[in-house]
């Protein structure tokens, strides 16, 4: 398994991929009024840690004894880590089903709660059990009984899911548990001496979006972040990040910066085929797949402003405007899931186990949390929203052309010529 993308056109083959930001000068005129982080990702808001692996295995020929064949393998995960200490540190969580076709587990025990103390993992759809049983296998080894072995604790883990078997043969199920195991290692590594991650998030042809499709482009991971000013004598800064796995939408629907992208690069696209048979027959075969199943979207939001899970239900709804304003609309095979939390207060859990009570909890105990009032948090609103638009940009802008699954061909997104287009439409 390797974690070089052998399946992807080489550098060398088309132009350096560059995210929205560096494509266009005007462009962030069009992102909102609220500025990104020091990485413009997720991973701005204090103590996110992420991690992203691809997996990418060769075709196996069938012999005469299978008479079975397999196809080329393009997938991977994601592993998001609310904290560090997330296993007795809860964070306050809020979820959105923008459309329901798709799966993130722990999702009743989050909206029961309010509570996420669980890694999240993204994959793809047939990883969901692997990557379950991962979270399990990490927690079991970490904490367990020193002595027995055993637990006496309870996590449910999240994990969620788009469908990349278009690129991949999701078949082989080739996500194991020890991927996940590594996973969290490896985001709990990649800390600087403050606690903070050192990188932005890896974006395109990576993680749980390696193998993903957006707008019939080549889609994936992507992420963005926005810096608020808070009110008060202390003139505290919040940050929201944003995380997408993108895996949705039709190529005439594409906008960007309220420019359709889309709609001018499908004509040119269906012009050069008008002569080319082959190009015709992979455009349709795309077409009928996608129009059988169109993808999805996971979106993660982070934030260090102290929100309660009704204000981070609410802070998830705004991830929809900002997929609406890139031409996402919800389709009904489509798994659209938001899921936003904050790191602000840490909620203790693990307190009432099978063989140690740290509260009682036949006795009501008040616990001391911050809370913004609703009336100020108009701008954590829009954060959200510029912050879920830019992450699809940038995975689309940093996604490569990919050969996958039977030799099928999804481009990348042509930035030269997206450059044009926004040369002539837009203003400032």
């Not at 709609?263 to 080319?276: C, H, Q, V």
Request: aromatic share 6%; with cysteine; hydrophobic share 35%.
């Amino acid at each position: 398994m390797s974690s070089q993308p052998t399946s992807t056109v080489s550098p060398s083959s088309s132009p350096p991929r560059v995210r929205i930001r560096d494509l266009h000068p005007k462009i962030h005129l069009e992102l909102g009024r609220w500025p990104p982080g020091k990485l413009n990702s997720i991973t701005d808001v204090p103590g996110v840690l992420v991690h992203t692996e691809s997996i990418h295995l060769p075709a196996i020929s069938s012999s005469s004894q299978t008479k079975t064949q397999t196809g080329a393998v393009n997938t991977g995960l994601t592993t998001i880590l609310p904290r560090r200490e997330f296993f007795n540190q809860a964070c306050y969580a809020g979820l959105f089903r923008f459309n329901g076709s798709g799966e993130l587990t722990g999702s009743h025990w989050i909206e029961e709660t309010g509570l996420l103390h669980s890694p999240i993992i993204l994959t793809n759809s047939f990883a969901v059990g692997a990557a379950y049983t991962g979270i399990y296998e990490y927690a079991i080894r970490e904490y367990s009984d020193a002595s027995t072995g055993r637990v006496d604790w309870f996590m449910l883990p999240v994990v969620g899911e788009t469908f990349d078997g278009y690129l991949s043969d999701i078949s082989r199920l080739v996500v194991d548990p020890r991927h996940v195991v590594e996973g969290i290692e490896k985001a709990l590594a990649g800390v600087d001496e403050n606690g903070m991650a050192k990188e932005a998030v890896k974006e395109g042809n990576t993680g749980g979006g390696t193998g993903m499709i957006c707008h019939f482009w080549k889609g994936g991971t992507g992420s963005s972040s926005r810096v608020v000013e808070a009110g008060g004598e202390e003139k505290k800064k919040y940050t929201v990040g944003a995380l997408v796995q993108a895996n949705y939408g039709k190529p005439d629907a594409l906008r960007i910066g309220g420019v359709p992208v889309g709609r001018i690069l499908t004509e040119e696209n269906k012009n050069k085929a008008s002569d080319d048979e082959k190009k015709k027959k992979e455009m349709k075969e795309l077409e009928d797949e996608k129009n059988r199943k169109d993808g999805s979207i996971i979106v993660i939001l982070a934030t260090d402003a102290p929100l309660h899970p009704l204000q981070l239900q609410r802070l998830a709804k705004r991830a929809t405007s900002g997929l609406s304003r890139v031409g996402g609309v919800g389709h009904n095979p489509s798994g659209d899931i938001f899921l936003a939390f904050s790191t602000a207060n840490e909620i203790p859990v693990q307190t009432v186990t099978a063989n140690k009570r740290s509260v009682d909890p036949w006795k009501p105990t008040a616990m001391d949390v911050q809370v913004l009032d609703d009336q100020t948090i108009n701008a954590l609103f829009e954060a959200a929203a510029h912050a879920t638009e830019e992450a699809i940009y940038n995975t689309l802008c940093m996604a490569e052309t990919m050969v996958g699954l039977d030799g099928r061909v999804i481009e990348a997104l042509p930035l030269d010529r997206v450059r044009e287009i926004l040369d002539k439409y837009l203003v400032g």
